[in-house]
């Protein structure tokens, strides 16, 4: 099927045609949807939809929590030709006003406390997913007869917008085409060897890029089951791998595998490859986990813009600290800040092209000028070396981006929110090493007159930043340091707190 000529949604729904008389989710109850059915659900919500106004190219925020119903709005979202725009379920109010002022949707799917923004978007049509009664998508699905009608979308035209925080405190949108999704998803099923009889254990969250689009589309594309889990408990997780063959995750995922005593061998007899993303793996981690259960640990690396650039190879060597070759079909470089390439085993930053990469961010045109070269090569962001063979090791960021637990952190965000608190004069917010997390946000403080305790801090930001934002400690400095240029020097805190939270 041309990929150009055709929406994404009718990809899927070929693949859930050959697949209809298999089961799509098993779920943690004992129960099953098939794909049948999920597609069935996609098509009462995309008529839903409709009614509810819908029409090709309107947007539609979604923030609720992951349930067989989640993945079936995304569904119906892409059958009507709309714009998916997922949000985190851990942003506040007046994160997700920010959301509905620049994405202008035409519908908010919400979990209930976003009521209160109604009146201050008198444009949008705010529905609930599962609460029974006056804007319930639920009620008008179950009122809906299911349509196969797909939106007269093609390759070209947008498919999600998700929004990934900038170093100026200002959200961007990265739009992606079907054919982002649709050809990305091909070279992670070619490049990881899915096969007919493999099983997604997918404990992934679908506000982000890793659960949404990477770990399902390999398996919605291929007609394969996925064991459906809400979220990711250590020893839910554990107890699951012996039904499945494919676990994807981030690092945090198997750090706390590891701490599970049960984790051996046995128990993961029946896995064809464990896959990790969205921050850095350790060395030390890589280590451990082969030694406990024989799997060396596939890394990979991708971002909102681009989805997956680059892989370790499910076939040879995977080397430890790396993130393996460009995927088939997209190009990768180390260049100077000009955009010329360095020689291999020099370090510069990384930049990619291909059909994988987004075609801008939402209503930023000068932003995007900046980050996507006029000939196609984008910027990440991101420093790194290429060896003579290819592969690519990340070793470190040109912005100060802090990833946490898998989710992207940037200070300026967090250091705005925290100067307006009384008795903050100053602030600045890093990322450290944490066994757990990757890395865990600092925050440091001058104060303008007592020490700030971590209590009264966190008291301030719990209604204005999301949780996984918020500092795991705080320090009281008499000044920040600085260079001559007075820009602050966040190299030397990294360094003066690098052991805050080690054993």
């Known amino acids: 099927m041309n990929q150009i000529q055709y929406s994404f949604f009718h990809r899927l729904q070929h693949a859930a045609t050959r697949a209809k008389g298999r089961?799509?989710?098993?779920?943690?109850?004992?129960?099953?949807?098939s794909y049948a059915s999920l597609y069935t659900r996609a098509g009462q919500y995309a008529v839903a939809l409709r009614a509810a106004g819908l029409s090709k190219g309107d947007r539609v925020v979604v923030q609720v929590e992951k349930s067989p119903q989640t993945l079936a709005l995304y569904l119906g979202t892409l059958q009507c030709g709309a714009i998916y725009v997922p949000l985190n379920t851990a942003y506040t109010r007046e994160e997700v006003a920010y959301f509905l002022g620049d994405a202008e949707p035409?519908?908010?799917?919400?979990?209930?406390?976003?009521?209160?923004?109604?009146?201050?978007?008198p444009q949008v049509a705010f529905r609930t997913l599962d609460a029974a009664g006056k804007g319930s998508m639920a009620d008008a699905a179950d009122q809906s007869v299911s349509s196969t009608e797909i939106g007269d979308a093609h390759g070209a035209d947008l498919a999600a917008i998700v929004y990934t925080s900038g170093t100026t405190g200002r959200s961007k949108g990265a739009m992606l085409s079907h054919h982002n999704l649709s050809s990305n998803a091909d070279s992670?099923?070619?490049?990881?060897g899915w096969r007919n009889t493999d099983v997604l254990l997918h404990a992934l969250p679908i506000f982000h890029v890793h659960g949404l689009f990477i770990a399902l589309h390999c398996a919605l594309l291929t007609g394969t089951p996925m064991i459906w889990l809400p979220k990711f408990v250590a020893a839910q997780t554990l107890a699951a791998l012996k039904d499945a063959t494919v676990l994807m995750g981030v690092p945090t995922f198997y750090t706390r595998l590891l701490a599970e005593p049960g984790l051996n061998r046995r128990c993961v007899k029946h896995m064809r490859v464990f896959i990790s993303g969205s921050a850095p793996l350790t060395p030390q981690t890589f280590a451990e986990f082969e030694q406990r259960t024989g799997h060396r640990i596939l890394e990979r690396y991708g971002m909102s813009e681009t989805i997956i650039n680059t892989t370790n190879p499910l076939e040879g060597e995977r080397l430890p600290g790396t993130v393996g070759y460009p995927l088939p079909g997209v190009e990768a470089r180390i260049a100077d800040q000009s955009g010329v390439e360095l020689p291999r085993g020099e370090v510069g930053m990384i930049e990619?092209?291909?059909?994988?990469?987004?075609?801008?961010?939402?209503?930023?045109p000068d932003k995007t000028r900046e980050e996507i070269r006029v000939d196609g090569w984008f910027i990440t962001g991101d420093l790194?070396?290429?060896?003579a063979d290819g592969h690519v090791s990340i070793v470190g960021r040109g912005k100060d981006l802090v990833i946490s637990g898998g989710y992207n952190v940037y200070p300026i965000e967090i250091e705005e929110v925290l100067d307006t608190l009384p008795g903050v004069r100053e602030s600045a917010v890093i990322g450290?090493?944490?066994?757990?997390?990757?890395?865990?946000?600092?925050?440091?403080v001058v104060p303008s007159e007592t020490e700030l305790q971590l209590d009264f801090v966190l008291s301030g930001l719990a209604n204005r930043l999301a949780r996984f934002?918020?500092?795991?400690?705080?320090?009281?400095?008499?000044?920040?340091?600085?260079n001559t240029m007075g820009k602050v020097?966040?190299?030397?805190?990294?360094?003066?707190?690098?052991r805050t939270f080690s054993n």
């Not at 799917?109 to 923004?117: I, P, R, T």
């Not at 992670?188 to 990881?192: N, S, Y």
């Not at 450290?432 to 440091?444: I, L, T």
């Open 23 to 33: 089961t799509a989710l098993h779920l943690e109850d004992g129960s099953s949807v």
């Open 106 to 121: 035409q519908i908010f799917v919400h979990g209930g406390f976003a009521m209160a923004l109604e009146s201050r978007f």
């Open 188 to 192: 992670l099923i070619k490049a990881w």
């Open 352 to 364: 990619v092209r291909g059909p994988n990469v987004f075609s801008g961010y939402w209503r930023m």
């Open 384 to 387: 790194g070396v290429m060896a």
């Open 432 to 444: 450290v090493p944490h066994p757990d997390f990757g890395e865990a946000v600092v925050a440091v």
């Open 469 to 482: 934002k918020q500092p795991k400690a705080i320090f009281n400095v008499p000044e920040l340091p600085r």
């Open 489 to 498: 020097q966040k190299n030397v805190l990294r360094e003066r707190y690098a």
